[in-house]
């Protein structure tokens, strides 16, 4: 019983994987175009999230700073960090600027301080990513014709969360192939 379980896990991994590959690829190869159009133009790319995606923001920054899986140039990457002393939207005016790139991972337990965010961002010029979970409505009003919004299709954070890592990584190899080219085999 107990593995049966443990494999529902990866088969529902797995099926959400599949189902979205076809969906989330336009999005983010938009969201791939975004980010090497700001890194190239000397801009810098803010990461924050909610939840689980608090933790990935980090994760984020670090691989466009250093390396995802070869070696680059490092790019501008900086992880907001949602604290009591200072909101997103705070560190967004402090640091952002036009050119600049908002990605934000919102697994949809608190989006009210990613999407003041975001609007923060759009008042100072810089394009936004938005990887959301299906709740993404709110989103849609906030965005413009310019951002790139990526939305998991399922209820389960825990999902939504896997699929965010694989967009993360889908977006990391392809801003090393857009920046470095194909690898020489």
């Known amino acids: 019983m107990l593995e049966q379980r443990i494999q529902q896990q990866f088969f529902e991994a797995a099926d959400l994987l ?3 590959a076809q969906g989330l690829s336009r999005p983010v190869a938009d969201a791939v175009q975004a980010l090497a159009v700001c890194v190239t133009s000397g801009g810098k790319v803010l990461v924050a999230g909610s939840d ?10 670090a691989t466009l700073t250093g390396r995802f899986e070869r070696d680059r140039p490092p790019l501008a990457a900086l992880a907001l960090r949602d604290d009591s002393l200072q909101s997103l939207a705070q560190q967004v ?20 301080r990613l999407r003041e965010a975001a609007a923060a961002a759009r008042a100072l010029d810089m394009t936004v990513v938005a990887l959301t979970g299906p709740e ?5 009003g906030l965005l413009t ?3 790139v919004l990526l939305t998991v299709p399922h209820d389960r954070p825990a999902r939504v969360a896997e699929a ?3 967009v993360l990584h889908a977006l990391c190899d392809a ?7 194909e690898l020489d085999s």
Request: glycine share 16%.
């Open 18 to 20: 599949s189902q979205a």
């Open 52 to 61: 689980v995606g608090a933790g990935l923001a980090p994760v984020l920054a």
């Open 93 to 112: 005016r402090a640091l952002g600027q036009p050119g600049d790139l908002l990605l934000v991972l919102d697994a949809g337990a608190d989006g009210q």
């Open 136 to 140: 993404a409505g709110e989103w849609r």
């Open 145 to 147: 014709d310019t951002d």
């Open 164 to 166: 965010q890592l694989v």
């Open 175 to 181: 801003v090393d192939l857009q920046l470095m080219g």
